[in-house]
């Protein structure tokens, strides 16, 4: 059974236009992130939420903002997608902070 | 920044052949993963090491973190077709926070 659940798995959103992506999450572990990755390079780490507390990385764009409403869901919104935006995100999830953390399949953006 | 560099960058072998994988870091690292990714999916935890020197196998992977604990290698014996996919490393520094390699794209031709 899935315990990381990305939806949807691929979205195409427009120039400009906002879009949000979902992570849900059945493991009740206290830390989700949010990772962009590139055509095979290195994920890289956007922001985390531990708990209900918001973490984010110096070199994220404003652009980018994150929501975690309850302990299971995660939003990630794009807020003036650019070209340079389309990726794969990955949502992943630990139990606490420096523990394993276990993947989604990822939602493919594009932007046109 | 603690940079993870991962070698060979990409690795096209034959099945039934052996490679090694590397993660290097100047950078000491509290533990150490490996991930593999295929394509359009997110990455799978294959293991941790955690103890300098530590050697872990999961079936024809052989793990191991360097005694300093900068550093990681992936043995695959005899790769399979089912190997092929991007093998990554991440190490965690003593603020819980993780740093991945930049990936080893491997193809096992069979």
């Known amino acids: 059974d899935a315990m990381v659940i990305q939806n949807p798995r691929y979205q195409v959103t427009q120039f400009g236009k906002p879009v949000t992506l979902s992570c849900s999450q059945t493991?009740?572990?206290?830390?989700m992130y949010w990772y962009q990755q590139k055509s095979s390079q290195a994920p890289k780490l956007l922001f985390h939420y531990y708990d209900k507390d918001f973490n984010n990385e110096a070199d994220t764009p404003d652009n980018f903002q994150s929501r975690r409403p309850n302990t299971s869901f995660c939003f990630l919104d794009i807020r003036s997608p650019g070209l340079g935006d389309a990726a794969m995100y990955l949502c992943a999830t630990s139990r606490d902070p420096g523990r394993e953390q276990y993947f989604g399949p990822g939602t493919r953006l594009t932007v046109t | 920044t603690q940079l993870l560099e991962q070698s060979p960058q990409f690795l096209s072998i034959q099945e039934g052949e052996n490679l090694t994988v590397y993660c290097n870091s100047s950078?000491?690292?509290?533990?150490l993963q490996w991930y593999r990714q295929e394509p359009g999916e997110g990455p799978v935890l294959l293991v941790t090491?955690?103890?300098?020197?530590e050697v872990k196998k999961l079936k024809r992977l052989t793990f191991q973190f360097g005694d300093a604990r900068k550093d990681s290698s992936l043995h695959i014996t005899a790769a399979q077709p089912g190997d092929t996919g991007l093998y990554l490393c991440a190490g965690l520094n003593n603020f819980n926070k993780f740093y991945f390699g930049s990936g080893t794209k491997l193809n096992v031709k069979p």
């Open positions: 493991l009740n572990h206290n830390v």
């Open positions: 090491v955690v103890t300098g020197g």
């Open positions: 950078s000491v690292f509290s533990s």
